[in-house]
């Protein structure tokens, strides 16, 4: 739990995504919620740092979580990949 309440979000994801991967519905489906914001963090910090890849994958990997509402995930991603996309 420390890992969650720290500024290691790498840590925080790999726990989460370890919980989510044996049982995704796990504590009324708050970790899915839980990792889903993370990997959001985890893109929007990639996109800052200009690791454009990474971020893809990270909003890749948040809109394969089961969330209520995973709507913003696809739309970053699908503007990303507009933008990155040669025309």
């Known amino acids: 739990l420390t890992a969650l309440n720290s500024e290691d979000q790498d840590e925080a994801i790999d726990i989460l995504q370890k919980i989510y991967n044996e049982r995704p519905s796990y504590a009324g489906n708050q970790v899915a919620q839980l990792l ?7 893109a929007d910090s990639a996109l800052t740092a200009g690791d454009e890849a990474a971020a893809i994958s990270a909003f890749q990997m948040a809109a394969q979580i089961s969330v209520e509402d995973a709507s913003e995930a696809q739309e970053k991603l699908n503007d990303l990949m507009a933008e990155t996309t040669p025309q």
């Open 36 to 42: 889903y914001i993370a990997l959001l963090g985890r």
